[in-house]
Nanobody, 119 residues
Framework: VQLQASGGGLVQTGGSLRLSCAAS????????MGWFRQAPGKERELVAA???????NYADFVKGRFTISRDNAKNTADLQMNSLKPEDMAVYYC??????????????WGQGTLVTVSS
């Protein structure tokens, strides 16, 4: 099983990035997908999630700026990040969990991709 996260990089405040998570080794359509982030000295937090039928939910601090999507044909889950702020700077991780489990019981993690936002 592998979740390969990509798309991180350096962007200026107000800019955009699109993260992508490519899954292999799992029946992707059967998993809820999420994006977490962890800033230095802080705990990992859930940013956005999408369930198996495309229903989404977002942390308050990204609502209206970030959009999560999935493509079950390509086994990918993307996170479009707009209007980035310096406080969005973190390592972003994708995660997969089966329905019925909470996000505290993630089945699989991606390796993380660094997002740096310059002010």
């Amino acid at each position: 099983v592998q979740l390969q996260a990509s798309g991180g990089g350096l962007v200026q405040t107000g800019g955009s990035l699109r993260l992508s998570c490519a899954a292999s080794g799992i029946t992707f359509s059967m998993y809820r997908m999420g994006w977490f982030r962890q800033a230095p000295g802080k705990e990992r937090e859930l940013v956005a999630a999408i369930n198996t039928v495309g229903r989404t939910n977002y942390a308050d601090f990204v609502k209206g700026r970030f959009t999560i999507s999935r493509d079950n044909a390509k086994n990918t889950a993307d996170l479009q990040m707009n209007s980035l702020k310096p406080e969005d700077m973190a390592v972003y991780y994708c995660a997969a969990v089966v329905p019925g489990r909470s996000w505290a019981q993630v089945n699989y993690w991606g390796q993380g991709t660094l997002v740096t936002v310059s002010s």
